[in-house]
């Protein structure tokens, strides 16, 4: 992908999927992963409409395996803001930012306070 090869990254990309639907089953949580890694693509592509459909199959795997309430939710609510941020979209990007700071700040001792000012200075900037 970072040499530009999005056809390549793509294709590796969707292999490993199957792959892993095959061996893990087709709603476990390391598939969510590899659906980020796919939406990346599409964004550095700038196919955003296909890069929010594979975060959001991200997104339900991982808000069926551990709730509203957990990390994982809330980096997909950054990247899905970044998406968003990307195809100028900004309300919706806000509004996913604010998702991801709810999250963050409802988790119970989270350790990593410099990713919570990271969100707030990039709503901030928005």
Request: proline share 1%; glycine share 2%; charged share 25%.
């Amino acid at each position: 992908m970072e040499a530009g090869s999005y056809k390549d990254a793509l294709s590796l990309l969707e292999k490993s999927l199957k792959m892993n639907q095959q061996v893990l089953g087709q709603q476990d949580i390391s598939n969510a992963q590899i659906y980020i890694e796919i939406a990346r693509v599409y964004v550095k592509s700038k196919s955003y409409e296909q890069a929010l459909d594979h975060i959001s199959k991200a997104w339900e795997l991982a808000d069926s395996k551990y709730g509203k309430e957990h990390q994982q939710v809330a980096e997909i609510f950054l990247e899905t803001a970044l998406i968003n941020q990307k195809q100028k979209a900004f309300a919706e990007a806000i509004e996913n930012q604010k998702r991801a700071l709810e999250v963050y700040e409802n988790l119970q001792n989270f350790p990593d306070q410099d990713a919570v000012a990271n969100v707030c200075i990039t709503l901030s900037e928005w």
